[in-house]
């Protein structure tokens, strides 16, 4: 008689019980959410904080507290944040202390100092105190006594012409900065690039024993010339560099100490306490804009990272050609090819299964394969005359990106496989019905149709690619490029050359930096970077994926 009631009773405790999965799972999606809403927040506020301009306090200390702190009456900088330590004694009160940028590492030995609350007796905001970025020993701050120019005229910080005068001297040595780097990258090396080829040539000749003193004699006349060339202009290069050495900056620091700067050593001046909020707006675009344009310096803790977004750029595309065309073959073999079986069956779980190697055994494979034994035989069989020095025998970009490329092939395969397994039976029968072979079927309407599914493959495989580093520590990535794989230099797109990667930048930056608080704004920059790098190259493939989709959807489906 109670049976019936039972029944009813585990048929409602089901329904409910799968009531309750379903908020489970959408409580779980949530926390997912909010947990990568939050990351990506924390990595924009601190990654965009990093060139907003902000404000430079003046801390007067205590006489005891100063004079241990090598100061006359205080330190000035910027406040980075304020934190509550505990007391040395274990009944003591907890106390307040300031982590402040200090600036001024060549004269503090440092760049932040903490200064405990207690010891500060005020804390104010002088319009007068400079902050000044410069190329070696990171930024100063100070407050302005004197400008000593080239004829020796000197004007001090009280004087009307003062401002003008800073502002013109720093503007000419950026000037010549960047002529000097013109010379010299440009320039001379497209002449260095040519005596070494020339070297290359002549060194061939003797080699092979041929009596050639005519091409030889060519050879050695052309040497000349560049290298006559090549003393013109680094004598041009050497009174550019003598003349960034000529007007001075004497600067009295916040210690009692003066200082005297290089006009030459000087990137950008700025008075942060009399900035608006418009100039403040204009200095964080031209901050931003100086990040993402410039070449680093400073162990990569100062600059800009241009050749780490390029080279992650070039090497996500050269990974994205190489990997598309062998998982679509292979996916299209596998589906529509290959006759399903044991054989078959055993490739499908080997390829899910090199998905989830660890990405550090495709670095050695490719140093080991790629490098070692392509790259060395191609050295010995094309550039035999440059050896020992290996030209294509060591880590480079190609070998970098045909190493991620084979790394991510399996997720391509397995997308285009669910892609081409998701056009109806119904289209491949009418195509054939209609006197088409098979490989026209797959050409014409199957490839088509299940573009949009190969694009999300290829997404996928960007999206990890792009910020993998362990590999290319051994196939080619470097700490600091000297050259970009392309540039104006013949042939122009350079495979064998080594390059930089935002996500090396990263490693680089917050664990082998020498001074890690003064790398940290740049880590969160460089971070924020990367992400925006591949949201742009995930978001162009979606784009195509959906014209594709919006083109074949109708026709096929």
């Known amino acids: 008689m109670h049976a019936p009631a039972k029944r009813s009773d585990i048929r409602k405790f089901a329904r409910t019980k799968g009531e309750v999965y379903v908020w489970v799972t959408s409580m779980g999606l949530t926390i997912g959410l909010v947990m990568v809403i939050f990351l990506l927040g924390l990595i924009l506020w601190n990654g965009i904080g990093v060139f907003w301009p902000k404000p430079v306090a003046q801390l007067t200390l205590l006489a005891n507290s100063a004079a241990l702190m090598g100061t006359e009456t205080g330190l000035a900088g910027e406040i980075v944040k304020k934190r509550t330590r505990a007391g040395q004694a274990a009944d003591a009160p907890p106390m307040e202390e300031y982590q402040l940028f200090t600036a001024n590492r060549d004269a503090y030995g440092a760049s932040f100092k903490y200064v405990d609350a207690s010891e500060i007796t005020a804390i104010t905001y002088p319009r007068d105190l400079l902050a000044i970025e410069r190329l070696e020993y990171g930024d100063a701050i100070g407050y302005p006594v004197a400008i000593t120019t080239a004829d020796g005229q000197s004007i001090v910080y009280a004087s009307p012409d003062f401002r003008p005068t800073l502002d013109r001297l720093v503007r000419a040595s950026a000037d010549r900065r960047h002529e000097i780097e013109r010379i010299e990258r440009s320039e001379i090396g497209k002449i260095n690039a040519r005596m070494a080829s020339l070297r290359v040539r002549e060194r061939a000749i003797s080699r092979s024993g041929q009596e050639r003193p005519e091409e030889i004699a060519r050879i050695t006349a052309e040497i000349a010339t560049l290298q006559t060339k090549y003393e013109t202009l680094a004598a041009e290069a050497r009174t550019l560099r003598e003349q960034q050495t000529l007007d001075t900056l004497t600067l009295r620091l916040p210690s009692g100490q003066e200082r005297t700067i290089l006009f030459g050593d000087i990137v950008l001046t700025t008075f942060p306490n009399q900035l608006g909020f418009f100039e403040k707006t204009g200095l964080f675009l031209h901050n931003f804009w100086y990040f993402l344009s410039q070449n680093p310096r400073e162990a990569n803790t100062e600059g800009g990272i241009f050749p780490a977004i390029f080279g992650t ?50 670095g050695v494979f490719g140093l080991g394969f790629f490098v070692y034994f392509v790259g060395g035989t ?54 054939l019905a209609c006197g088409a072979s098979k490989w026209q079927t797959i050409q014409r309407i199957v490839l088509p149709a299940s573009a949009p599914g190969i694009l999300t493959g290829l997404i996928l495989a960007m999206a990890r690619g792009a910020g993998e580093v362990a590999p290319l520590m051994l196939v080619g990535v470097v700490k600091l490029a000297p050259s970009l794989p392309l540039d104006g230099t013949f042939p122009f797109f350079h495979l064998e050359r080594k390059f930089m990667h935002l996500g090396f930048h990263i490693y680089d930056l917050g664990f082998q930096s020498p001074d890690s608080e003064a790398a940290k704004p740049m880590v969160f920059a460089t971070t924020l970077l990367l992400i925006i790098l591949v949201v742009i190259l995930n978001f162009a493939a979606i784009i195509i994926r959906e014209r594709l989709r919006k083109r074949y959807a109708t026709g096929v489906f």
């Open 313 to 362: 750029f070039v090497m996500t595309l050269l990974m994205s050609v190489a990997v598309m065309p062998f998982g679509v073959i292979a996916a299209i073999y596998l589906r529509e090819y290959a006759v399903q079986g044991f054989f078959v069956r055993a490739v499908r779980i080997a390829v899910n299964n090199l998905a989830g190697v660890p990405s550090i055994v495709f």
């Open 378 to 431: 191609l050295d010995s069989v094309f550039f035999k005359d440059t050896l020992p020095t290996p030209t294509f025998g060591t880590g480079g970009i190609f070998w970098a990106a045909l190493t991620l490329a084979l790394m991510t092939v399996p997720v391509v395969i397995v997308a285009t496989e669910e892609a081409l397994a998701a056009v109806p039976r119904g289209v491949r029968e009418g195509s």
